[in-house]
Antibody
Framework: QVKLLQSGAALVKPGASVKMSCKVS????????MSWVKQSHGKSLEWIGE????????NFNEKFKGKATLTVDKSTTTAYMELSRLTSEDSAIYYC???????????WGQGTLVTVSS | DIVLTQSPALAVSLGQRATFSCRAS??????????MHWYQQKPGNQPKLLIY???NLASGIPARFSGSGSGTDFTLTINPVQADDIATYYC?????????FGGGTKLELK
């Protein structure tokens, strides 16, 4: 059974950074792309970027270049996303999601709520 | 970027058919593949894959869900609608990066 378990909610101050995690089990971590998706309150979904756990290759939505950094730890089958220089616009739920050979977002984590507030 | 347009809401009665539309700003079909996917999201939950490549049912999804379409116009159908189907439905394209989602259609009961 595929599981993506994300880290808990975070309350962070404007200008700070936050790093969240996504632990994968029941799936061959290094075979498929891992993406991160943003969902602002009551709004639709935005793709941030993706990383291939096998070699660390990344692709980003231009909108999030410089905002998000994606990394992985193959030894613990965990993916990470760090968001920097946070503003209120970054307050949202962030999902990790894994691809298969036929679809980009086959499996989803439960989401991490990030609140940016002083 | 490929823009996907969905109607904001759809109201149906239980037991009736619900038809969701998604229109892409350019074709998302390549060769025989229609690179459009559908997701269901219930309040407080993560999205769940329903249909991949326009018409293929994801694992564990009931047969009352179906998808069709090609090029720029795609449809998700639920027939018959059950109470458990109340959710927001998103289309998403994987034809061209950045991968994009539609604005979502909220299914409501009449």
């Amino acid at each position: 059974q595929v599981k993506l378990l994300q880290s808990g909610a975070a309350l962070v101050k404007p200008g700070a950074s936050v790093k969240m995690s996504c632990k994968v089990s029941g799936y061959t971590f290094t075979d498929y792309w891992m993406s991160w998706v943003k969902q602002s309150h009551g709004k639709s979904l935005e793709w941030i970027g993706e990383i291939h756990p096998n070699n660390g290759a990344t692709n980003f939505n231009e909108k999030f270049k410089g905002k998000a950094t994606l990394t992985v730890d193959k030894s613990t089958t965990t993916a990470y996303m760090e968001l920097s220089r946070l503003t209120s616009e970054d307050s949202a739920i962030y999902y990790c999601t894994m691809a298969t050979t036929v679809v980009t977002f086959a499996y989803w984590g439960q989401g991490t709520l990030v609140t940016v507030s002083s | 970027d490929i823009v996907l347009t969905q109607s904001p809401a759809l109201a149906v009665s239980l037991g009736q058919r619900a038809t969701f539309s998604c229109r892409a700003s350019q074709s998302v079909s390549v060769s025989r593949y229609n690179l459009m996917h559908w997701y269901q999201q219930k309040p407080g939950n993560q999205p769940k894959l329903l249909i991949y490549r326009a018409s293929n049912l994801a694992s564990g999804i009931p047969a009352r869900f179906s998808g069709s379409g090609s090029g720029t116009d795609f449809t998700l159908t639920i027939n018959p609608v059950q109470a458990d189907d109340i959710a927001t439905y998103y289309c998403q394209q994987s034809r061209e990066s950045p991968w994009t989602f539609g604005g979502g259609t909220k299914l409501e009961l009449k």
